[in-house]
């Protein structure tokens, strides 16, 4: 981001050369930064209504800890998904005032105040082995400006804990439902509830489940109409469709 570029064209919209919509479109057009191995997307909020994040499996410490400082530096909120406690401490020695998640494995950064989605986001697992892949999609829509309630432990071999929980589910304007083994819970969430249900299959499950993948076809071949489904382990992007949707 140039300054003086931003600065000429506030210049310009006071002036009257240039109309606001005009102006946010050259916004959304602005460089990226390049950090050599990393090109940070700055703008990615203007666009597409959420930031940019960073997954931080595959990268060294040492990048995700330069990543997530330059993020910071932009001041927006800052996110890091599939981080180690290692990782973790390599970015507190850039930014002090980094937060580990652990059991969603996520780093995150809150300095500004984000929009309230308009209603709750219920994010449901069916066994505590689903729980990093749910508290993922809890700490990213959170992160969103969503107000969260988390439901665990509620799989369908015991249903009777799922319908002690009909309040919240009904409660949901949006529903994320993480599942391994079969993958039956979503279709079960989505047939008591008039919401949107989110599907998010898990690599949870002994030699046949294939790592997720029966989860993953079980859930595409849902009864329930108001049934969607993402990638394996996908809770992060799970929380996005669900806080655009929550914020509609």
């Known amino acids: 981001m140039d300054p003086l570029t931003i600065e000429a064209l506030l210049h310009d919209v006071r ?5 606001v919509a005009q102006a946010l479109e050259r916004l959304r057009r602005l460089p990226f ?8 997307d700055h703008h990615r909020a203007l666009r597409t209504g959420m930031p940019e994040v960073i997954f931080a499996e595959g990268k060294t410490r040492e990048q995700v800890a330069t990543i997530f400082a330059h993020m910071a530096q932009a001041g927006g909120n800052v996110l890091a998904t599939r981080a180690t406690h290692a990782v973790y401490d390599a970015v507190c020695e850039a930014e002090p005032r980094a937060v580990f998640h652990a059991t969603a494995r996520a780093i995150t950064l809150t300095q500004m105040q984000t929009a309230q989605g308009k209603g709750t986001i219920g994010v449901v697992c069916a066994g505590t082995s689903d729980l990093p892949i749910a508290e993922e999609a809890a700490v990213t829509a959170r992160l969103m400006g969503n107000t969260v309630e988390l ?12 319908l002690a929980q009909q309040h919240i589910l009904k409660a949901a304007r949006v529903l994320i439902v ?10 079960v969430v989505g047939g008591l509830v008039n919401a949107p249900v989110l599907a998010v299959p898990t690599s949870v499950g002994y030699g046949a489940s294939l790592g997720g993948v029966a989860a993953l076809l079980g859930m595409l071949n849902t009864c329930t ?3 969607s489904v993402v990638n394996i382990d996908n809770g992060f992007g799970a929380a996005c469709i669900a806080s655009l949707i929550n914020h509609l």
């Open 15 to 19: 002036e009257g050369r240039t109309d």
């Open 33 to 40: 930064e390049d950090l050599g191995f990393a090109k940070l």
């Open 151 to 162: 439901v665990a432990d509620v799989g369908v071999a015991g249903i009777h804990r799922l």
């Open 178 to 187: 993480c599942a391994g083994m079969e993958g039956a819970l979503p279709t």
């Open 225 to 227: 109409p108001n049934v």
